[in-house]
């Protein structure tokens, strides 16, 4: 099976270089062929910057290049010869990559990618997941350890780097419904099922949609293999278009498999309460609340339900002490 990394650039040179970086230190990209593929600016207000960043790009790529190409099966670069905009391009880049690759990893040009991204998605590729029916891609990102907006103190994130590493997380996988716009790796047959509508205007939520109703998925690691590090990025498609205060979803992706030792087994699907785990993870709650102290005699006995996490774990020293 020849595979490939698609990295979709335009106007952000910083995070790109970033990216690059990322992809050097991953296990396994000698089996990759590396493909950046730009778009070009259109003709606008701020056209100038956007050529002079897009050139920046360019130079970036050649100097990837010509530093690290020997780290990949080859590298290529090309950009469309007009402006496409964000779901077009994809849909052309891919379109042009699965003439070649049979299975394809995604990116936009402002992600991170852990050390074992490559090799994770790949082996959950050689593991026949995306031949199930109901899964179109697999995701980098997580849901999981995500703390969206909120800071996270210091000992919040040792606490879950801990419990992490204690219950072995880095080695699952869950089935979510819905495709990830930034960053997803699919195979040629599953491009077939949902490039065509990737590639409308506001494609990615197209896909989204199209997951709800007859019950697809995308298969998402609940350590993340890959961050979003551009939601705020000036230059960015969210802030150009909404502006910074109204982008939606911002990510903080605060745990990823670089925190923690690399798994020894294959990936496994997680059969564990994945409501708890969400909880614990990113609404930012204790991992382990310790149980409350019977009460004596009749002391009215108050319970927060929206800061306990389970009424009846509480309530049995309360009954059984009795």
């Given at each position: 099976m020849s595979s490939a990394i698609l990295v979709q650039c335009f106007v952000k040179p910083d995070t790109l270089a970033g990216l690059c970086e990322s992809l050097v230190r991953c296990d396994g990209s000698e089996s990759f062929h590396l493909i950046f593929w730009s778009d070009v600016p259109a003709p606008g207000a701020r056209m100038d910057h956007y050529r002079a960043r897009n050139r920046d790009v360019q130079h970036t790529v050649e100097a990837f290049t010509r530093d690290?190409?020997?780290?990949?099966?080859?590298?290529?670069?090309?950009?469309?010869?007009?402006?496409?905009?964000?779901c077009a391009t994809?849909?052309?880049?891919l379109d042009a990559a699965f003439l070649i690759h049979d299975f394809v990893i995604f990116?936009?040009?402002?992600?991170?990618?852990?050390?074992?991204?490559?090799?994770?998605?790949?082996?959950?590729?050689?593991?026949?997941?995306?031949?199930?029916?109901?899964?179109?891609?697999?995701?980098?990102?997580?849901?999981?350890?995500d703390s969206r907006t909120r800071p996270v103190s210091p000992a919040h994130i040792a606490k879950a780097h801990e419990i992490a590493a204690a219950r072995d997380l880095g080695l699952y996988y869950v089935r979510l419904n819905f495709v990830p716009s930034t960053c997803f790796a699919t195979t040629r047959d599953k491009w077939r099922v949902f490039g065509a509508l990737r590639g409308q205007p506001r494609g990615g939520e197209g896909v989204c949609r199209l997951c709800e109703?007859?019950?697809?998925?995308?298969?998402f690691p609940v350590v993340a293999r890959v961050k979003d590090s551009g939601m705020l990025?000036?230059?960015?498609?969210?802030?150009?278009?909404?502006?910074?205060?109204n982008v939606p979803e911002v990510k903080n992706?605060?745990?990823?498999?670089?925190?923690?030792?690399?798994?020894?087994?294959?990936?496994?699907?997680?059969?564990?309460?994945?409501?708890?785990?969400?909880?614990?993870?990113?609404?930012?709650?204790?991992f382990e609340a310790?149980?409350?102290?019977?009460?004596?005699?009749?002391?009215?006995?108050?319970?927060?339900?929206?800061?306990?996490?389970?009424?009846?774990?509480?309530?049995t020293p309360h009954i059984l002490g009795r």
């Open positions: 690290h190409g020997h780290r990949f099966a080859s590298v290529t670069f090309s950009r469309n010869e007009t402006n496409q905009g964000t994809c849909r052309t880049a990116t936009e040009d402002d992600t991170i990618f852990a050390k074992d991204a490559l090799l994770w998605l790949a082996t959950l590729a050689e593991q026949g997941v995306l031949e199930q029916p109901d899964v179109l891609a697999l995701a980098g990102e997580s849901i999981f350890f109703e007859p019950g697809l998925h995308a298969v990025h000036e230059d960015g498609y969210s802030v150009r278009v909404l502006g910074k205060e992706t605060y745990l990823t498999s670089d925190d923690l030792p690399l798994p020894a087994e294959k990936p496994r699907p997680f059969t564990g309460n994945m409501g708890r785990l969400y909880e614990e993870s990113v609404e930012l709650r204790d310790p149980a409350p102290a019977i009460m004596p005699g009749r002391v009215p006995w108050k319970l927060w339900c929206f800061s306990l996490r389970n009424f009846g774990d509480a309530l």
